[in-house]
């Protein structure tokens, strides 16, 4: 082999070893109420995601999901389609409103229909609302996430008096504060990701 085909080789190899250490990101979009103001904030997010090559992101729209109600001992296909999903994610991204200073029933119900999925994983927080920002809602998500073992981040993005943070094409009036704030949640995530990943290879979890 030549030294020009060594070298392309090897870049190969390195281009997909980088593919393969990329962490796998589950964004949860937690609404599900008609009229919701969810796509705007969740597109955006992922826009930021996407200028990243350390990530690999799956969004998932629990709009689309429709998990029924009530928990059973049977899985039915609406569970089942997304347990893999969040199985297969390394660390995970609430995208979340608030209501009545709490978060959507919908999210409770995906969170309460899985387990293990979440334990010894790092999760982040987009929030949104009125004048707290969907910040008390991430309050109640942090203990609930406590509970199942997992790692919630520090730091988050959070939209105060939403409905007038974005123009009319989703971008948010102020581009900067945002994009910091994202970029600052996101690299704290993919520390704790990364980190978590790697002990449980050499160490189980004891949970």
């Not at 904030?41 to 200028?51: G, L, S």
């Not at 994202?182 to 290879?201: F, I, N, V």
Request: hydrophobic content about 40%; some cysteine.
């Amino acid at each position: 082999m030549s030294t020009t085909q060594q070298t392309l080789t090897n870049e190969r190899a390195e281009s997909g070893a980088g593919r393969d250490e990329r962490l796998k990101v589950a964004v949860i979009v937690a609404s599900t109420r008609e009229g919701r103001f969810a796509p705007t904030v969740a597109e955006w997010f992922a826009a930021q995601t996407a200028q990243r090559d350390d990530l690999d992101v799956d969004v998932i729209d629990l709009a689309e999901a429709r998990l029924p109600d009530g928990l059973s001992e049977q899985r039915g296909p609406e569970v089942s389609g997304i347990t893999p999903r969040l199985d297969a994610a390394d660390a995970f991204v609430i995208v979340t409103p608030e209501y009545n200073h709490s978060f959507p029933a919908t999210l409770k119900t995906a969170i309460d229909w899985h387990y293990a999925e979440w334990r010894a994983k790092p999760v982040g927080f987009v929030s949104y609302g009125g004048m707290a920002g969907g910040l008390r809602a991430v309050e109640q998500l942090r203990q609930v996430f406590a509970e199942l073992h997992a790692v919630t981040v520090r730091d988050t993005v959070s939209f105060h008096g939403v409905w007038n943070c974005f123009d009319e094409s989703g971008e948010p009036h102020d581009p900067t504060g945002p994009a910091a704030a994202a970029k600052t949640m996101l690299d704290q995530l993919a520390w704790w990701g990364h980190t978590l990943r790697e002990g449980k290879t050499t160490r189980p979890y004891a949970a």
